[in-house]
């Protein structure tokens, strides 16, 4: 059972109701997040991929699996909203890009959503800003020159904000060349969640 304000229950079904970018969005329009006023964790992401547009479930393929390995929490915590606000910065799937991959998230989503959808969630005390554009929409000036040396600096935005690469399966390769993030920082993640959920469970 939800307890969130009627204000936010109605930006809610705004941003569920969305088509700013349909006609940009080769699947059609299907916004995927969950917010939760009660919710000390947000989770900031990029933007849904194909499974994800296909089940309306946030981080509901191999990504997912490994955030919450990194996280150590299991899914009926994650999708809990009394503990994890999920916001990616495009709530829509973007499509492909040319050379491969995914494409950016749409940037009218957060610049059209997040400055009133962020401040109704009050109760965050920390958020994962997880992959290089919530790095520079959370960070801006602030981030490092390369994701890397942004993630490695993560003790310099705590302790209300964490950076973290995208868990897609090329940061396998990234973690293997950079092994201080799963002996540093994947340590000092699990603490930092788990402390925030201790404290409302």
Not at 77 to 97: E, H, M, N, S, T
Not at 161 to 188: C, T, Y
Request: net charge positive; charged share 25%.
């Amino acid at each position: 059972m939800t307890e969130n304000p009627a204000a936010l229950t109605r930006l809610l079904n705004d941003i569920r109701a969305c088509r700013l970018c349909a006609a940009h969005l080769p699947l059609g329009p299907r916004p995927v997040l969950i917010a939760d006023i009660r919710a000390p964790i947000l989770i900031a992401g990029q933007a849904p991929g194909t499974k994800v547009h296909e089940s309306g479930i946030p981080w509901d393929d191999p990504s997912g699996e490994r955030l919450r390995d990194w996280l150590d929490v299991p899914p009926e915590v994650f999708y809990d909203p009394r503990y994890f606000a999920i916001v990616p910065q495009g709530f829509c799937y973007p499509g492909k890009l040319d050379k491969g991959g995914d494409a950016p998230p749409r940037p009218e989503c957060a610049a059209t959503w997040h400055p009133r959808l962020i401040p109704e969630l009050r109760n965050v005390a920390l958020t994962l800003a997880v992959g290089q554009y919530a790095h520079k929409y959370y960070l801006s000036s602030r981030r490092k020159k390369t994701l890397t040396e942004t993630v490695a600096a993560y003790r310099d935005y705590g302790p209300a904000l964490l950076p973290l690469p995208h868990p897609s399966w090329r940061v396998q390769g990234w973690m293997k060349k950079n092994d201080w993030f799963e002996a540093e920082v994947i340590p000092h993640l699990r603490a930092r969640v788990h402390t925030l959920l201790d404290e409302v469970m």
